[in-house]
């Protein structure tokens, strides 16, 4: 079992920056950030290996949005963020190779964290 922990939310102004953390229990095959805007799907944003050799984007993020990990903790570096960024970001987290895209990749799930972007 592996525990996600996230932190980092909150208000920005767009155009603004933050920067997300995902605190993990233990060792994985790869971590990923999904959002879910108000009365959407989930979607993907961000992947990464646990070796950090390979990253994937979404296209709507790709060139502001950048993920990152160190020890036990994957990191999502959100630039030049706009009014559509706004939802709830959730880490999650695979034990084996599959599509880093979709999220029934994923074994586990943080409890997801607010970022909300105003005008």
């Known amino acids: 079992q592996v525990q996600l922990v996230e932190s980092g939310g909150g208000l920005v102004q767009a155009g603004g920056s933050l920067r997300l953390s995902c605190a993990t229990s233990?060792?994985?095959?790869?971590m990923g950030w999904f959002r879910q805007p108000p009365g959407e799907e989930r979607e993907f944003v961000a992947a990464?290996?646990?070796?950090?050799?390979s990253t994937y984007y979404a296209d709507s993020v790709k060139g502001r949005f950048t993920i990152s990990n160190a020890k036990n903790t994957v990191y999502l570096q959100m630039n030049s963020l706009k009014l559509e960024d706004t939802a709830v970001y959730y880490c999650?987290?695979?034990?084996?190779?599959?599509?880093?895209?979709?999220?029934?990749?994923?074994?586990?799930w943080g409890q997801g964290t607010q970022v909300t972007v105003s005008s």
């Open positions: 233990g060792r994985t095959y790869g």
């Open positions: 990464i290996t646990w070796s950090g050799f």
């Open positions: 999650a987290a695979r034990h084996r190779p599959g599509d880093p895209r979709t999220r029934y990749s994923y074994n586990y």
